[in-house]
């Protein structure tokens, strides 16, 4: 950033003034996970690079000459597509800091009068591109700190571009069209503690990052801007160890409600010390039983939520079946077993679906080929210039909660999802319950709720049987928190207008996720609260399927799961939710309490 005088300081002081001012959802990351803006917006980002060009030619100006020389590729932009570039989050956080940020900071230190006002001009001329601002950059750099958070990705490999991960689509790490350089960790790393209190996160990123001041991309910064950045590096890296050791030892637990450390005490040069206490080498930080105390001020809010993410990248805590309902069950490990299912239906025997049993205690499954790829292509086609453009907060209740404020509400919390369209394939009559009084608005969906209906051996199609299909978007950073797909509503739970209607449906009695797409890196769901943890990873054409309810109405605490970060692309998904009234004949309730569903039986498959 040398082609800019002085801005390495500009920025920092920048961002330190709005730390914390985006707290309304700490997981809204914004233009980050909006895939056809981003798209946009590099079509205008290349558009108003190309002109700032051919107006330095006009009217030079030596600032904007290094600006070009460091921001603008020519050859690089005829050969990249929009797609292609916004598919990796550290070229999208480039493109967001460059005209969040950087932009107005270069109008501010030209010397050509003419030449600046044409930049203006061209600025004003856009459309997305004008509208970005600090608030976009802060929900970038937040984005990436939960994706490093959640995988614990290799920080000096992600520096120089590259994400790699288990479970990627490709086995090719996804590269960046350019690096970070040691301000761009050193403000992640900042963000990874101010925000969220990833103290073990902030430490890391910091390790890569004084190690690589010093490289090409470093040098271009004057020597008093050097001396601050090394200045402020130094001071930060020893007032992380210092918390996190601290707060650590206090706590002896790797998650408080308010931080989140790494499973072992910090030495010097944030490594692992040789020496660690008790408390760590016996794991008992990473025990629930062992932990209780320390989580417990937030009603064990954020370690859940952190072992959430932490199971994206395949990491377990211990004993976490002590935090919910306490319905037995045991340890099944890797049970997937492929059968062919048809339910004695003469039809579907004829052409049985392939499903994949995953867990059969909670009865977790992968319905393979339920999707056709014309109906993938048709929702998607149809959702995306329907989609919702940020994650919009319908209910006042939920609107700049602080983190305990659920622990005193009546109702349950709503999880807001990435951005979104809601598809009613069949309209019935709104007067009353008339199930023959209903219109078909889109044929090819209600043939597929009729196949869901078969593989199912629900009740999908009739009045109050189901919902609205709802078609996802996540992109770069997008995640669902962790939370369970009933509402509660046969516990007493409290209503809330958007929820009324579960007076005639009932609770949300299962669930099924397809995937309309696939995703190159991330974006798995994962079930992290019982004895094994189950991970679903996007299949392109299958859904997954699971019960929220056990037999006799109430939440199974063991299906709370949550939506995993996208680490590349993006990720599509359409949910549809089975109530529990109209499955009375097939699956009949029962007196007794905390009794899962059970598997089908083996007369049901081939």
């Known amino acids: 950033m040398g082609y800019l005088t002085n801005f390495y300081p500009t920025l920092v002081l920048l961002l330190e003034c709005f730390w914390g001012k985006v707290r309304s959802n700490e997981f809204d990351f914004g233009l980050m996970e909006n895939e056809p803006l981003l798209q946009q917006l590099f079509k205008e980002d290349r558009r108003f690079l190309q002109e700032m060009y051919k107006i330095n030619e006009r009217s030079p100006d030596h600032i904007l000459h290094n600006f070009l020389k460091e921001e603008f590729n020519s050859s ?3 050969i990249i597509t929009a797609e292609e570039y916004v598919q990796h989050p550290i070229n999208v956080f480039h493109l967001i800091r460059r005209n969040s940020v ?3 900071e270069l109008l501010s230190q030209m010397t050509s009068e003419r030449a600046i006002e044409e930049v203006k001009t061209a600025f004003e001329e856009t459309d997305v591109l004008k509208t970005l601002n600090i608030e976009d950059l802060q929900k970038s750099i937040s984005a990436i700190v939960i994706m490093l958070h959640s995988y614990e990705l290799d920080i000096d490999k992600f520096q120089k571009g590259d994400i790699e991960v288990s479970h990627m689509l490709n086995d090719e790490p996804i590269r960046a069209v350019r690096p970070l350089d040691a301000i761009d960790l050193f403000i992640i790393a900042k963000r990874a503690d101010k925000q969220f209190g990833y103290l073990g996160t902030a430490a890391n990123i910091m390790k890569t990052a004084l190690n690589s001041i010093n490289l090409p991309r470093n040098t271009n910064l004057s020597d008093s801007d050097n001396k601050i950045l090394r200045k402020n590096m130094l001071k930060f890296k020893k007032d992380i ?22 499973p072992y005490m910090l030495g010097d040069n944030l490594e692992r010390k040789k020496k660690q206490p008790k408390f760590v080498t016996l794991e008992k930080l990473i025990d629930t039983q062992h932990i209780v105390e320390a989580i417990h001020n937030d009603g064990a809010a954020m370690f859940k939520t952190d072992s959430m993410l932490k199971s994206c990248g395949g990491i377990k805590r211990k004993n976490m079946p002590l935090l919910t309902n306490g319905i037995p069950s045991e340890p099944e490990g890797n049970i997937h077993q492929c059968r062919l299912v048809h339910h004695k239906d003469p039809y579907t025997k004829l052409g049985p679906f392939k499903l994949e049993i995953v867990h059969n205690n909670p009865f977790l499954m992968v319905i393979h080929e339920l999707f056709t790829e014309e109906d993938t292509n048709y929702l998607v086609d149809w959702a995306r210039p329907r989609l919702s453009r940020t994650r919009e907060i319908v209910l006042n209740e939920d609107k700049l909660k602080r983190k305990n404020d659920w622990m005193s509400r009546k109702t349950t919390r709503t999880v807001y999802k990435s951005v979104q369209a809601w598809m009613i394939s069949r309209q ?8 023959n009084d209903s219109e078909v608005w889109f044929p090819r969906a209600e043939k597929i709720s009729s196949r869901i209906e078969k593989v199912l051996n629900m009740n999908v199609t009739n009045q109050y049987s189901s919902s609205a299909y709802q078609m996802t978007n996540y992109g770069l950073g997008g995640l669902c928190e962790d939370h369970n797909d009933p509402y509660g509503y046969n516990e007493g739970v409290e209503l809330t207008p958007d929820r009324a209607d579960l007076v005639e449906k009932g609770d949300i009695f299962g669930t099924v996720m ?6 190159p890196a991330g974006g798995a769901t994962t079930f992290f609260a019982g004895d094994d943890q189950v991970t679903f990873w996007p299949t392109k054409g299958a859904a997954g399927f699971w019960y929220g309810l056990t037999t006799d109405g109430k939440r199974d605490q063991y299906m709370v799961h949550g939506g995993c970060p996208v680490l590349a692309g993006s990720k599509w ?3 549809k939710w089975v109530n529990s009234f109209n ?6 309730c029962t007196r007794k309490e905390f009794t899962r569903v059970k598997p089908w039986e083996n007369t049901r498959y081939w």
Do not use: R
């Not at 210092?242 to 706590?251: F, V």
């Open 241 to 262: 160890i210092k918390k996190h050791n601290g707060y650590l030892e206090k706590s002896k637990s790797v998650v408080t409600d308010k931080y989140v450390f790494s």
């Open 514 to 519: 397809g995937w309309l797409s696939d995703t």
């Open 573 to 575: 998904i359409v949910n």
């Open 428 to 435: 019935f009559n709104t007067t009353g319950y008339n199930p």
């Open 102 to 104: 950087l932009v107005q």
């Open 76 to 78: 690089l932009m005829e």
């Open 583 to 588: 499955q009375w004949d097939k699956y009949p």
